[in-house]
Each structure stands twice: as structure tokens, then as C-alpha cells.
């Protein structure tokens, strides 16, 4: 076989992709992932408790073109919390968004919801274990306690 | 003594067998690999161990996998040449009357002061340098091996200097090329 020949069979074999929508839903769920956050503490922020800030990464997820996505930041006093899209092609989920703070990270994962089929954020506790939650704002506390210091 | 005086346990592998083994496994390794970036492109469900990652994490997660593969396997094989070399030096000293060459000779002296309680690098190796200094460059070279399989055998607690990047290839050539310029057949260490 000639290597025109293999090349052209071996892109016929794969099944196409649409990275564009997936990468569409992707940054939509992000959106709504910082909009929900920003929900949860917004009386917080009036309060001058807890600073969020954006600002734009850029994510390059190897099969499509390099892309601008929102990065959310978290301060509260001299304490920061980032929310860092890691990409929307990672194993198991359509996306995931990493919550890095002083003492930890903990990984945020869309997840197709078993029963409804309905893309949801969760908090991963431990993937070897299977041990996430959703994504609620009892949930986000726990994850922000155990991210943040536990010395002040 | 005779020559039954030594009976191996039988369950030294050659290093050919060390080798096919690792490329088997990492073969296997491959194609969990494969496995699990299908998965990651074509939105199919794998093991909850792989759970978020990125290509990129994947490919690191399976490279630190083949890299303890190859350490696993660079101690088997030197572990497995100094068992060749231990089993070689018990046959020749327990050879009885059979008629005996030079290093026979050495190794039944040997025997007689230190039985089975030998020492690999200053014993035996000497011996084989002693009586076939042509052996030396081969024999080096296996000894800074040993200091790898030091390192590995004891849990790989301090830095190593070794003076050079020691892989499963290199080990396995090492321990080859010294069966291979000893005079005598060693093809059943290698095969």
C-alpha cells in the first residue's frame, strides 16, 4: 500500500468528529459553571468578602486549534482560589475545570448524568474510587474548605 | 562432590525469556493506552482511573507505567546474569573428575574456601578476569550494571551516580555481550 493510499484509509476509518459543537457546549457549560458560582457568592462579593476576577487562557487541546477560554479567579483577602479550564477531551466526561487552591485541587468534570443523559458539573473526590458529588452549593463549600488553607 | 552436588531451583530465566516478557507487557501497555485515548476522542466509557484526564495526562500516566516497566525489567536481568554466573561458578566446582580447564580449577579452589557464600563482584567476576583478561571491558561494564541493580533491589532510596543512563537495553546487551565473550557456551544464560 502506497502512503497516499494508507493515509487516505486511515482517515476514512474514523468516524468524524464535531469538535466545533462540542467545543461550543464545552464553553457554554463553563459560562454557566461561573455564572452559577458567581450566583452562589454574589451577596459576598456586594460585601467586599470575596473578589472574583477573569481572565482569558488559552487551551490547546492537540486534535483542534488552539482557543481562548475564561479563567475565574477567587479572592478572598490575601487567598486565591482559580478555576482553571483544563479541556473539554479528557477521559469520561465532556469537560473539566480544576479548582486550584492554596492547600489542594480538586477537579470539577461535566459528566453525562447516568439516568437523564444531561451534562452536569461534579466534584471529583477521587476518581480511583468513583467518588464525585454534584456540583451544589453545599458541595462548593466543602470543595473550597478543602482547597483553602486550613490554618487561618 | 559430584555433578549432582548442584541442582538448580529450575526457575532462572534466560534472558531472552526476560526480554520476550517485556515486550509482551509493554505491548499490553500500548494498547491500554490505545484503549483509553479512544475513549477520551470518541466519548467512550473506561476505567474511573482515567476519569478527567487529558491526552496529555494519559500519555504521562502510561509513559511512568513503561518506565517501571523497564526498571522491573533491567533488575530481572541482571538479577537473572548473576544467577547464571553464580549457577556456572557451583557447576564447575562440583564438577568432580570430569577433566577440568583453568577457571575450573579457580572456582573449585574457591569452593573449597568459600562454598556457596561467594561473592559476586569480588570473587567470581575477579576470577574471570584473572584467568581471561580479554573478559575485562565485559566485565566492567556488568559491574556498573550491578550498582543499578543495587539501587533497584534496595528500594531506590539515595541518588544515583552511575556514570551513565542505564535502560533495559543497555542492561540486556551488557549482560549478553559478557555470556557472549566468556570461551565457553553460555547460550542456555541467553536463550
Redesign the interface.
Known amino acids: 500500500m502506497n502512503l497516499d493510499t494508507f493515509l487516505r484509509q486511515k482517515k476514512q476509518q474514523q468516524p468524524p468528529i464535531d469538535w466545533e459543537t462540542k467545543k461550543q457546549k464545552w464553553l457554554l457549560s463553563v459560562n454557566e459553571l461561573y455564572a452559577t458560582i458567581e450566583g452562589w457568592l454574589s451577596h459576598l462579593s456586594n460585601e467586599h468578602i470575596v473578589k472574583m476576577s477573569y481572565n482569558t487562557i488559552t487551551l490547546d487541546e492537540y486534535y483542534l486549534n488552539p482557543y481562548s477560554v475564561r479563567q475565574l479567579n477567587l479572592l478572598v483577602g490575601y487567598e486565591s482560589v482559580q478555576f482553571e479550564p483544563k479541556g473539554m477531551i479528557v477521559v469520561n466526561a465532556a469537560g473539566r475545570v480544576d479548582m486550584i487552591g492554596d492547600d489542594g485541587t480538586l477537579k470539577l468534570l461535566l459528566r453525562s448524568d447516568d439516568e437523564t443523559d444531561k451534562l452536569q458539573w461534579v466534584i471529583a473526590v477521587s476518581t480511583v474510587h468513583s467518588l464525585w458529588f454534584p456540583l451544589t452549593k453545599a458541595s462548593f463549600s466543602e470543595a473550597l474548605e478543602q482547597v483553602m488553607q486550613k490554618n487561618v | 562432590m559430584s555433578s549432582s552436588a548442584f541442582a538448580s531451583s529450575g526457575e532462572e530465566l534466560s534472558l531472552i525469556r526476560i526480554w520476550e516478557w517485556y515486550e509482551e507487557t509493554e505491548q499490553a501497555i500500548n494498547l491500554y493506552q490505545q484503549e483509553?485515548i479512544n475513549?477520551?476522542?470518541?466519548?467512550k466509557?473506561?476505567s474511573?482511573?482515567?476519569?478527567?484526564?487529558?491526552?496529555?495526562e494519559?500519555k504521562q500516566y502510561f509513559s511512568a507505567h513503561k518506565k517501571e516497566l523497564e526498571q522491573v525489567v533491567s533488575l530481572d536481568i541482571i538479577a537473572a546474569t548473576e544467577a547464571s554466573l553464580r549457577i556456572d561458578y557451583l557447576r564447575r566446582a562440583l564438577r568432580g573428575k570430569i577433566k577440568k580447564n583453568k577457571i575450573d580449577k579457580k572456582f573449585q579452589e574457591l569452593y573449597h574456601q568459600k562454598g556457596t557464600r561467594v561473592s559476586l563482584r569480588d570473587e567470581i567476576l575477579e576470577t574471570w578476569k584473572e584467568v581471561h583478561p580479554n573478559c575485562t571491558d565485559a566485565i566492567g561494564d556488568f559491574r556498573g550494571a550491578l550498582n543499578v541493580r543495587d539501587w533497584l533491589a534496595h528500594g531506590r532510596y539515595w541518588t544515583p551516580r552511575f556514570g551513565r543512563k542505564y535502560n533495559a537495553i543497555l542492561v540486556f546487551n551488557i549482560s549478553k555481550k559478557l555470556f557472549d565473550i566468556f570461551p565457553y557456551d553460555f547460550s542456555w544464560a541467553i536463550n
Open positions: 483509553v475513549g477520551l476522542i470518541f466519548d466509557r473506561v474511573e482511573t482515567f476519569s478527567g484526564m487529558t491526552r496529555k494519559v
